[in-house]
């Protein structure tokens, strides 16, 4: 079956509320067995949430709009993640709102060329010098809690999104959460980058997960993958692969971890390129997860300094495992965001490097990381911003920021760190911005013997 929404007499001025009529498509497509709900090319369709299901395809034809409501009252309750979910899925520390929302939507696809916009703009409070100041509704919770996510599709088997634009996401552009066999194909998410939270894809413990020729330019992370505190029922994240992405963020392009209570393993990114980056690679154990089992390969990685009010520094590459809280002093948020995360078994291979901090490798002692290795890595280091060095390690309770130079190769406290083939090419009219080439500190088994360097100028 395939129901174009013009059929229902939707309206495309940019104002009228679509969403009974998006709605009354998805559910008739829905009841007929499956097929497709077309948004057609030519003005905008503004609509409140909606939930896409079973068997549907929403397909965004090249040219259509599907905007999203910058009215709270029109994320309807029977949207709620809690409600919808009965109660599975009930996060204290995120949002429960979402524009395009879906609960065990097997075989579901959201398609085309066209542009799905979570109309970010209308979100912002007060406009920033580096960082905007967002807004929940009158009388509700911090905005962090209230913005909705763009997409969130929850326990989704055989879930695919390819091809669309997302556009200006108020929060997390594209949350999956337990979500099984998800291809996601040739999708841009493009966002203001001052916009705080504005992930691209956030892959929360789902298994079986292709990533590939998708375009980001994202405020915060552009790929995260997580295992969220309240979703441990889906299991762990397992089997992701990432590839052919091109990536810009005001923060990290690809983070593994952060949120990371249970274990994310078996991950291989290849053939991406990241550009003007707060940081490229991350892999960042908190919360009592451990991180394994994963290649990040034949990648271009450009990284720069951003302003404070963004994680990061510059780092091309990160590797680090603390507590996010400092346990003496506990938590407001989850407990586990007291314990500290493991490292297992990271491989960086065949990547250049341009970036204004090196390569880190901290943990808050030995025996959370064991078993790095940087395979043919070229490091350039070379100043590019106007901002101080410094070192952030954030989330991190105990010691958050470290206020000193750059070394290009950073190895505390960790175990089995292996350097092969690897080369550091100094920038000769930023050098002594610098400090050392490299740096270690309460570390076992480092290995540097494959490590070059040398300068130009």
């Given at each position: 079956m395939r129901l174009s929404i013009d059929a229902l007499k939707a309206i495309n001025d940019g104002l009228f509320n679509n969403a009974a009529i998006i709605q009354g498509a998805i559910d008739s497509v829905h009841e007929a067995g499956g097929g497709q709900v077309v948004i057609p090319s030519g003005g905008i369709y503004l609509s409140g949430s909606i939930q896409l299901k079973e068997n549907v395809d929403l397909h965004l034809e090249s040219g259509a709009v599907l905007r999203a409501s910058s009215d709270y009252a029109d994320y309807t309750d029977n949207h709620n993640i809690k409600k919808l979910t009965s109660g599975s899925v009930a996060e204290f520390v995120l949002p429960q709102r979402a524009f395009i929302v879906a609960f065990k939507a097997h075989n579901a696809r959201i398609s085309g060329h066209g542009t799905i916009d979570g109309n970010a703009d209308e979100f912002?409070?007060?406009?920033?010098?580096?960082?905007?100041?967002?807004?929940?509704?009158?009388?509700?919770?911090?905005?962090?809690?209230?913005?909705?996510?763009?997409?969130?599709?929850?326990?989704?088997?055989?879930?695919?999104?390819?091809?669309?634009?997302?556009?200006?996401?108020?929060?997390?552009?594209?949350?999956?959460?337990?979500?099984?066999?998800?291809?996601?194909?040739?999708?841009?998410?493009?966002?203001?980058?001052?916009?705080?939270?504005?992930?691209?894809?956030?892959?929360?413990?789902?298994?079986?997960?292709?990533?590939?020729?998708?375009?980001?330019?994202?405020?915060?992370?552009?790929?995260?993958?997580?295992?969220?505190?309240?979703?441990?029922?889906?299991?762990?994240?397992?089997?992701?692969?990432?590839?052919?992405?091109?990536?810009?963020?005001?923060?990290?392009?690809?983070?593994?971890?952060?949120?990371?209570?249970?274990?994310?393993?078996?991950?291989?990114?290849?053939?991406?390129?990241?550009?003007?980056?707060?940081?490229?690679?991350?892999?960042?154990?908190?919360?009592?997860?451990?991180?394994?089992?994963?290649?990040?390969?034949?990648?271009?990685?450009?990284?720069?300094?951003?302003?404070?009010?963004?994680?990061?520094?510059?780092?091309?590459?990160?590797?680090?495992?603390?507590?996010?809280?400092?346990?003496?002093?506990?938590?407001?948020?989850?407990?586990?965001?007291?314990?500290?995360?493991?490292?297992?078994?990271?491989?960086?291979?065949?990547?250049?490097?341009r970036t204004e901090a090196g390569v880190l490798n901290y943990a808050a002692h030995t025996g959370l990381i064991k078993g790095v290795t940087y395979r043919n890595v070229d490091v350039f280091m070379d100043k590019q911003s106007k901002w101080d060095s410094r070192i952030d390690l954030r989330p991190n309770g105990i010691e958050s920021v470290l206020h000193r130079k750059h070394n290009a190769f950073e190895i505390f406290n960790t175990t089995d760190v292996v350097l092969d083939k690897c080369r550091v090419v100094w920038d000769a009219k930023s050098r002594d911005q610098y400090a050392d080439l490299v740096v270690e500190s309460g570390s076992k088994n480092t290995n540097t013997s494959g490590l070059t360097e040398i300068v130009r100028g």
């Open positions: 912002i409070a007060e406009r920033g010098r580096y960082i905007h100041k967002m807004r929940g509704p009158v009388g509700g919770k911090d905005q962090y809690l209230e913005r909705p996510f763009t997409i969130f599709m929850i326990e989704c088997k055989n879930l695919t999104i390819r091809d669309v634009t997302v556009k200006d996401p108020a929060f997390w552009a594209l949350r999956t959460t337990g979500c099984n066999e998800l291809l996601i194909d040739g999708i841009r998410i493009l966002t203001d980058l001052m916009v705080p939270n504005a992930d691209g894809v956030d892959i929360d413990r789902c298994q079986n997960v292709r990533i590939v020729n998708c375009e980001f330019v994202t405020a915060d992370d552009c790929i995260s993958l997580k295992s969220c505190a309240q979703t441990a029922q889906y299991g762990d994240v397992a089997n992701v692969i990432i590839s052919n992405c091109i990536m810009t963020s005001t923060s990290g392009a690809i983070t593994l971890g952060t949120e990371s209570v249970g274990d994310i393993k078996n991950v291989l990114v290849n053939n991406c390129i990241v550009k003007d980056s707060h940081r490229g690679f991350a892999v960042r154990a908190r919360e009592g997860g451990t991180i394994s089992n994963v290649r990040f390969s034949n990648s271009l990685v450009h990284t720069r300094t951003f302003s404070d009010m963004w994680w990061g520094h510059g780092e091309a590459l990160h590797v680090t495992a603390f507590s996010w809280d400092d346990p003496q002093k506990g938590t407001d948020g989850n407990i586990e965001r007291t314990f500290e995360g493991f490292v297992r078994d990271i491989t960086f291979e065949n990547i250049t490097c």
